[in-house]
């Protein structure tokens, strides 16, 4: 009997973690991410799912993210405490810095102009003092409702 219901749990599992991955599932589903997921559809991430950014890589990144995740977010909402404070994420530099997104060989090719500033990423992405904890979010997120400028 188990191995009978053994394949159906497999395929809805995946059919579920498919359908839940999408940022258009969160944004119509979760009234709480409406606005995030506006903003979202205006930034230049526009068409990368929101786990690509918001788990760090690897095994143990998706782990944390979607499953811990999941049942995280899932006890705030059924509990009532979701969504009373803007909602505040802490991305990894590993998850800018993925070689298919933000090469770091390329950010440290050549300076970037920002409204007329210079800028160096080489600087930042040597080795930092310990008490120098800067990420690529220290500068590029400028509030919640803003994905990543």
């Known amino acids: 009997m188990v191995f009978a219901i053994l394949p159906f749990i497999l395929v809805a599992g995946y059919v579920g973690f498919t359908i839940t991955e999408s940022p258009e599932f969160c944004g119509s589903v979760c009234h709480n991410m409406k606005p995030y997921y506006e903003s979202y559809e205006q930034s230049t991430h526009k068409g990368i799912l929101c786990a690509e950014c918001h788990n760090e890589p690897g095994f143990m ?53 920002y409204e007329g500033i210079p800028f160096s990423h080489s600087i930042h992405n040597k080795e930092m003092p310990e008490n120098i904890r800067l990420k690529c979010t220290s500068c590029h997120a400028s509030d919640s409702l803003v994905h990543m400028k």
């Open 61 to 113: 990144g998706f782990f944390k993210g979607t499953v811990i995740g999941a049942v995280k977010e899932s006890v705030l909402y059924l509990s009532g405490n979701y969504g009373k404070e803007p909602i505040v994420c802490d991305l990894s530099g590993k998850s800018c810095l993925r070689e298919e997104c933000h090469k770091i060989e390329r950010l440290n090719e050549r300076d970037f102009i």
